[in-house]
């Protein structure tokens, strides 16, 4: 009788044992396994929306992304604060009595003429891009070319030239910081599945050029 109920207790302690082993490897599947499954989705145009709504919710909508850059860069505001220099404050690009830079019809040919310096308006699609600290990464432009859907991440840029024999002034780029969806290390366009293979990287791009005066202060 000893020894049957002992069995009994042996076979209670290894089917106990059983069950725990069983539920705890189903709270191990539902917590990291099933939880990973359900959070790495894949990359799909809702989901691009959802993750990076920023970059690329513009896309829900029926206005460009070009546009909303253009309307912007319009938007002309004069400045309210002044400085007090020495002088009184003139400047002529061309010597020798050369003809000045005439005010272009910046809505029509996208251009701004300021001092010696010209800016042309561009947008760009990247499809690799140096990030600010010098390393090359591939930009996420989504295309499916199943369901016909393109949705790239477009660029604002400008491109700036200096007016011929200026000697006044030197034309310069100004950097502004742009933020885009990157392919993580390892990753490409063609090996990227999932969401989680993606991040966000910064990015400088040529900004408007600014005329900076070359003339020496007087001593």
């Not at 930009?139 to 024999?165: G, K, T, W």
């Amino acid at each position: 009788m000893g020894e049957r109920c002992a069995n009994t207790w042996v076979c209670l302690a290894i089917t106990f044992i059983g069950i725990s082993i069983t539920l705890v490897g189903i709270i191990c599947w539902r917590e990291f396994i099933l939880k990973d499954k359900e959070t790495d989705t894949r990359i799909t145009r809702e989901n691009l929306i959802k993750y990076y709504p920023t970059i690329y919710g513009i896309y829900t909508t029926n206005i460009s992304y070009e546009q909303i850059l253009l309307k912007g860069a319009n938007r002309l505001t004069p400045t309210t604060g002044y400085f007090n220099p020495n002088k009184n404050c003139s400047f002529d690009c061309v010597p020798n009595g050369g003809k000045r830079i005439s005010e272009p019809n910046y809505n029509r040919a996208r251009v701004y003429n300021h001092a010696c310096c010209q800016s042309t308006r561009i947008f760009t699609t990247h499809q690799f891009f140096t990030n600010i600290d010098g390393v090359v990464r591939e930009i996420v432009q989504f295309n499916d070319s199943l369901l016909l859907i393109y949705m790239p991440q477009v660029f604002f840029q400008e491109e700036c030239r200096q007016a011929i024999h200026c000697t006044g002034c030197i034309c310069h780029y100004i950097a502004q910081a742009t933020s885009a969806v990157v392919y993580k290390s390892g990753y490409t366009s063609a090996t990227a599945r999932y969401i989680s293979q993606l991040e966000i990287d910064l990015f400088y791009l040529h900004g408007c050029c600014k005329c900076i005066n070359l003339s020496k202060r007087a001593p």
